[in-house]
């Protein structure tokens, strides 16, 4: 599965110029980093960030000894920048762990009055996408939740082939609980999908419809800020 998050980005300029200002800053052989533009089409500009950092390598020889070597590596980080609903969104494909490195970078090369603000779908976004499929089940979810008048915290991992009807689970009406993973299977016109939405703004999505369904998550891209 392809993995996914969005970001609302705030511009001091505009777009065409934030891309220009990231087209001029290229990563070459000689720098620390910099940005390599990728293919754009007519919705999207394609942009890979690369930036250098070491990592210390052991060795051990046939006797037991070590030794530490440092190791200079490539990282990069892909993502594309597009305009919806009268806003600017940054896409990243198959985060990091961190996205500090990417948001610095392209806070560097915008300047003052920029601002990235992670995109997290509710439960409610998650019903009107799979609304847009033919069929649709929930085979995996894990939740976290209480008894506040017991004092007693539960966490909740539930996951089936067949699907989750969580209505059907009499235990989950006596507590209050969020979901924070649900993965749901869907097939539209005979191919399928599965799409996973994680309370920390990562989706993942993967199978045949995987290009539809992506199309399916940035329609419900939030129009207005809260």
């Known amino acids: 599965m392809t993995r996914y998050k969005w970001y609302c980005l705030g511009l001091p300029g505009s777009l065409f110029d934030f891309i220009g200002r990231i087209k001029a800053r290229n990563f070459s052989a000689n720098s620390a980093s910099g940005f390599i533009a990728g293919e754009d089409d007519l919705e999207s500009y394609a942009f890979r960030y690369a930036w250098r950092s070491r990592i210390v390598a052991t060795d051990i020889d046939a006797e037991g000894n070590s030794t530490a070597s440092s190791i200079s590596i490539v990282n990069v980080c892909e993502f594309s920048i597009f305009s919806k609903f009268d806003k600017i969104w940054l896409r990243i494909v198959d985060p990091p762990r961190s996205n500090k490195e990417l948001l610095d970078a392209l ?17 409610s976004v998650h019903a009107a996408l799979l609304k847009s499929v033919d069929e649709c089940r ?8 209480g008894i506040p008048e017991e004092k007693a915290v539960a966490r909740i991992e539930m996951a089936s082939k067949i699907g989750l009807d969580l209505n059907r689970f009499e235990f989950l009406k006596k507590i209050q609980y969020s979901v924070d993973h649900a993965v749901y299977e869907a097939v539209y016109r005979r191919e399928r999908g599965q799409i996973a939405f994680s309370t920390s703004g990562l989706v993942k999505i993967g199978g045949d419809l995987r290009p539809y ?8 891209l939030p129009r207005k800020r809260d």
């Open 213 to 220: 369904m992506l199309e399916l998550v940035e329609s419900e």
């Open 107 to 123: 806070e560097t090369v915008a300047g003052f009055g920029f601002y990235a603000e992670i995109v997290i779908f509710s439960s």
């Open 138 to 145: 929930l085979i995996s979810f894990k939740g976290v939740g």
